[in-house]
């Protein structure tokens, strides 16, 4: 059992037959009445994201996620497959439901598939990618990078926002958990 007020973000638990993740979670504090914990959180089977609020001392089972490392192989018909590194075993999981963590992964990349018991309920995507720019603006002379920055395509169809000099092909590092850009790789 965890308390409400223990809830941080990531961290996975039951509310009923729900299983919740964790987006953001803090505590606050109205001129009157009590400390109430406004949350984030995500539904893990559904994706669906809402926000809520609970009594800090109220308990929740927290849910125990296993990992498994996998590789991402690829997508058909609204299905993406992964394979297991150590038994070769294959996992569908519905792109629906791990969307936003396929904008960072290209094929035959290294990640871990979550389980609940035996139900997968999603990827972990490693901390950092590199990811190959195929659209943006063109280069601006004498650019630095300090400056507004300005929006890029990535191979993935993620979108992020690059230093002006950034060109269409360069390779980028991108943090996984923020989706910013962190240096040429």
Do not use: C, W
């Not at 075993?89 to 389980?115: G, H, M, R, S």
């Not at 929006?151 to 996984?176: C, H, R, S, W, Y």
């Amino acid at each position: 059992m965890v308390a409400a007020h223990d809830l941080k973000s990531g961290m996975t638990f039951l509310n009923g037959e729900r299983l919740l993740r964790v987006v953001e979670a803090n505590h606050h504090k109205p001129g009157k009445g009590n400390t109430i914990m406004r949350m984030k959180l995500r539904d893990v089977r559904t994706g669906a994201i809402f926000d809520d609020t609970y009594r800090p001392d109220d308990k929740y089972d927290q849910a125990v996620i296993d990992t498994v490392p996998a590789q991402y192989l690829y997508q058909m018909d609204g299905i993406a497959f992964f394979m297991n590194n150590e038994s070769y075993e294959q996992y569908e999981i519905p792109v629906e439901q791990v969307k936003a963590e396929l904008l960072y992964v290209l094929e035959n990349t290294d990640v871990k598939i979550q389980f609940y018991g035996t139900e997968v309920i999603g990827i972990q995507l490693p901390t950092t990618v590199v990811l190959t720019v195929t659209e943006t603006q063109p280069s601006i002379k004498g650019a630095t990078v300090t400056g507004s920055g300005k929006p890029a395509t990535m191979e993935t169809g993620l979108v992020v926002n690059v230093p002006d000099f950034v060109e269409t092909g360069t390779k980028l590092e991108i943090n996984t958990q923020t989706g910013d850009y962190l240096k040429r790789a």
